[in-house]
């Protein structure tokens, strides 16, 4: 039974790994109509709409709403903005100026920050040489794989730079709220997040870019398809991964999403990845290998 649970543990990795990594293309179509701010607001609300369905179909309700300590909504007030609406807000804006190559090192510097992070807030994430290890190879792996895209003079914003190294730090300060918060189902975790990210961000979106346009229909599409699964579904998994096994090992994701881009690329783009990607690809198994293995007794 425990083989098969922790078998269960990796097909949810990997179905995030396919959401999170599929939602590039998606915001490509997305963001050409619709200004990227309000393309983090539309996923979210779509995701919000989808998840009170599954909870009103399953049974489920989310606690109270209520800001008493032992009550879960503040713990999940905080995972909405920290987790969603700011760093949806913060990559979007860096994005306009930062080339995609640059966006994603910067977004794979996540799990560093969530290692650094667990080992002095949670007593059973400690960090390890063979932990350290295996975090280094993958970052170094995701440079290997997107560093070529950088060749031929790439001008760097250090005001855009830093905010998408913010994002990845708030991505790794939500890696570890998530496992300190309440335990609640999935489900109704992801709704209070994505509900209350919803809120959040559409007020930022109102201060920073005034209403929003009415996007034709394949925006529109976009932005549905990546509520209802890069962020909606991909968020019940999140909740879940990071209640079973932590948010290290949930972390290891971002280090795959690319590998995943790359995949399709090959797939169904015809692309012909050259020894780098090959080297990359043996760099971020070997250091996902090396940060999930669990210790033996």
């Not at 607001?41 to 009170?52: D, S």
Request: with cysteine.
């Amino acid at each position: 039974m425990g083989v098969s649970n922790r078998n269960l543990d990796w097909v949810v990795l990997g179905l995030l790994v396919v959401a999170w990594g599929s939602a590039f293309a998606l915001l490509k179509v997305a963001v050409t109509d619709i200004p990227p701010v309000w393309t983090s607001v539309g996923r979210l609300w779509v995701a919000t709409a989808v998840l009170w369905l599954i909870c009103a179909a399953r049974g489920e309700r989310t606690p109270p709403l209520s800001v008493a300590r032992v009550s879960p909504w503040p713990w999940y007030l905080v995972l909405g903005l920290v987790g969603l609406a700011a760093p949806f807000m913060l990559f979007a804006t860096a994005a306009a100026s930062l080339p995609s190559a640059v966006n994603a090192i910067c977004n794979g510097a996540s799990p560093v920050f969530t290692v650094a992070l667990a080992h002095f807030v949670l007593a059973d994430e400690r960090l390890t040489f063979r932990r350290a290890l295996g975090v280094a190879m993958g970052f170094v792996g995701l440079v290997v794989l997107v560093g070529p895209r950088l060749q031929g003079g790439v001008t760097v914003e250090a005001a855009a730079l830093g905010l998408s190294i913010t994002a990845a730090a708030l991505y790794a300060a939500s890696n570890v709220i998530t496992r300190k918060a309440p335990t609640v189902s999935p489900t109704a975790g992801a709704l209070m997040m994505c509900g209350s990210g919803a809120v959040l961000a559409t007020i930022g979106a109102l201060v920073i870019a005034g209403p929003p346009p009415l996007p034709p229909i394949g925006a529109a599409a976009a932005v549905v398809t990546l509520g209802v699964f890069s962020t909606g579904l991909g968020t019940v998994g999140y909740v879940w991964l990071i209640q079973r096994r932590g948010p290290v090992f949930t972390s290891m994701a971002i280090y795959l999403v690319p590998l995943w881009a790359t995949a399709v690329g090959v797939g169904l783009m015809g692309e012909r990845p050259g020894w780098t990607a090959f080297a990359a690809l043996a760099l971020v198994l070997g250091g996902v290998a090396l940060t999930t293995a669990r210790r033996r007794a």
